[in-house]
């Protein structure tokens, strides 16, 4: 009798969660496993033959492969760009229109618009503004600016996938911003008012301290998104000019789908996430130790 | 007293010179939008004028020259199917994951959270492989199947987290009554998520319309299965474009997009703040 109720609620509990199961399996758990396997053959990706090479493939990452390194460098670099530009402008933006009225909400939406496009969308509208855009404005200003090969100098194409990224995104830290500084008690800020307090030492003594949780939330996507940089790579720049934009998940995507070399990719793959999972892990030890209560 | 005044005429000033630069910051997409009914010469002489006519011309000869009702039909019926699996599995599994202690209900939580701390480039090479071994590349099945399994961690977390806070007590009452446990869930449990179904939806309908990377890899150079975005990308990319027929194809694909931005814009700010945690 008991032994049939409890086999009822464990063909109810798989009826209700095996499904949803089955796809994560599928789709992200099994292969994420199959990366530890094939990470210690020598394989082409295609051929039935491979060769066991032990830890080789790992070994080859940490002596060999420059081009890994200048990757990781490409997206050391970017992170840093990356999270500074758009979390500063995104507070500004944030401060300056978190309060409700019409102008306000028309110009957050108007920053708000180009996270919700696809990649493509912006890859080409970019492509086409600093192609044939340029081009038509250098012949109207004659300023040198607009004359610069942006895509074609590895100096200049850095910036674009920067500042690209940036204007993809603000929105979103804007809105987790807005959130922050809407949830900061008013009576504080007017008490802090009264006592004579400067706008700016409002700001610094009482709402940042009060917006840390976003912040932290803030920061941490926004370096996330910075290790993982790759569909605007792969969409936009393939990492040209002469492999300046390759960052290490394009690296990755490369040694694999243009190289035919599946072992190495997916080592490159694991040391990838060990990298990506210790950077957040202390990023996110920082953050949280400066969040105060209201 | 004499300070509020002035406070007040700073802070408009500000207001301003930040909404100028929104309208800036939408620059890009008025210049494609405008640029999108001019002949070629016309973008490279006139860039930043309106266009001489506002002729749909080009739009109708992109929208078949391109094949755009099975792209835009391609892309549906993975949305749909996406979302629809999604909101069907993922509430009854973040339900049932919430409500019962034990080994196995962690160990199911545990495999369906563990990708939202790796990312996703690190197992698309393998996945792209799995995919093959099964013979789904290339197909609409494949690109579907592994799209639910992508969006399934984020829905299944949210939902779980929403479910914590529904009160036990309504489903015991429901259980008193007689009601067996399929028919509790979706007479009392499924309508009080809602409000968090609203956001996997919204959530789910945006990253399925403006997928790229997963029809890229599934469906790669099958034209029959590419969506909007692999196509355009496919088709335009290239070193130098037709951008006369690039540019109407860019505004066709945005305007789903737009439109489902303007209906939908509480639920979709609202919901991605809170999809943020995924980090």
């Given amino acids: 009798m008991k032994n049939n109720k409890k086999a009822k609620e464990l063909a109810v509990f798989a009826l209700f969660v095996f499904p949803a199961v089955a796809f994560v399996l599928f789709a992200t758990d099994i292969p994420f496993v199959m990366n530890l396997y094939y990470s210690v053959f020598d394989w082409n990706g295609v051929g039935k033959s491979m060769t066991f090479v032990g830890l080789d493939n790992y070994i080859k990452i940490f002596t060999h492969d420059t081009l890994f390194w200048k990757g990781v460098r490409f997206t050391l670099k970017f992170a840093i760009f990356y999270v500074i530009i758009v979390n500063l402008l995104s507070l500004t933006v944030a401060i300056v229109m978190a309060r409700e009225n019409k102008v306000n909400s028309v110009g957050r939406a108007f920053y708000y618009v180009p996270y919700i496009i696809s990649l493509t969308a912006i890859s080409l509208i970019w492509k086409f503004i600093l192609g044939p855009g340029f081009e038509a404005l250098y012949t109207v200003t004659g300023w040198d600016i607009f004359n610069w090969s942006w895509l074609g100098t590895p100096k200049l194409a850095f910036y674009v996938v920067v500042i690209m990224a940036v204007w993809q995104n603000l929105g979103f830290y804007m809105v987790n911003y807005i959130a922050g500084i809407i949830a900061v008690p008013t009576e504080l800020l007017e008490a802090a008012r009264i006592d004579g307090a400067t706008a700016f030492q409002v700001f610094k003594k009482i709402t940042l301290p009060l917006i840390m949780p976003a912040v932290s939330i803030c920061m941490l996507t926004s370096l996330t998104f910075a290790f993982k940089l790759f569909d605007i790579i792969m969409v936009f720049t393939k990492g040209g000019p002469a492999n300046s934009t390759v960052s290490v998940a394009y690296n990755i995507y490369k040694e694999a789908f243009v190289n035919s070399k599946y072992g190495l990719a997916t080592a490159k793959s694991l040391v990838f996430v060990v990298f990506v999972l210790l950077v957040t892990a202390i990023q996110m030890k920082i953050t949280k130790s400066k969040e105060v209560e209201a | ?279």
């Avoid at chain 2, 202690?101 to 939580?109: A, D, G, M, P």
């Fill in chain 2, 1 to 279: 007293m004499n300070k509020k005044p002035k406070n007040l005429r700073q802070v408009n000033a500000l207001t301003i010179i930040i909404f100028l630069c929104s309208i800036f910051w939408l620059m890009p997409l008025v210049l494609i939008f405008i640029n999108s009914f001019k002949p070629y010469n016309d973008m490279i002489q006139d860039f930043l004028a309106l266009p001489k006519s506002w002729s749909l011309a080009m739009y109708i000869e992109t929208w078949t020259k391109f094949k755009f009702p099975m792209l835009i039909g391609n892309t549906l019926l993975y949305t749909f199917c996406t979302v629809i699996m999604i909101v069907l599995m993922a509430p009854m599994a973040a339900y049932k994951l919430a409500r019962t202690k034990s080994r196995l209900s962690k160990v199911c939580f545990v495999l369906i959270i563990m990708p939202m701390m790796v990312p996703f480039q690190s197992y698309m090479i393998t996945l792209t492989r799995l995919v093959a071994n099964v013979n789904l590349t290339g197909k609409r099945m494949g690109n579907i199947l592994v799209n639910i399994g992508l969006c399934m961690p984020l829905a299944v977390y949210m939902i779980h987290g929403f479910v914590k806070n529904v009160p036990i007590e309504l489903e015991e009452c429901a259980c008193i009554d007689g009601a067996g446990k399929i028919r509790t869930y979706f007479s009392i449990v499924l309508p009080l998520l809602t409000p968090i179904l609203t956001t996997v939806v919204v959530l789910d309908t945006l990253a399925t319309w403006n997928d790229i990377i997963t029809n890229q890899l599934i469906v790669g150079g099958n034209a029959s299965a590419m969506n909007i975005q692999n196509a355009l990308y496919m088709q335009f990319s290239a070193q130098t474009a037709d951008w006369e027929h690039a540019l109407p194809g860019i505004v066709m694909s945005m305007i789903p997009s737009l439109i489902f931005f303007i209906t939908m814009q509480k639920h979709i700010v609202g919901g991605i703040t809170a999809g943020a945690v995924k980090g």
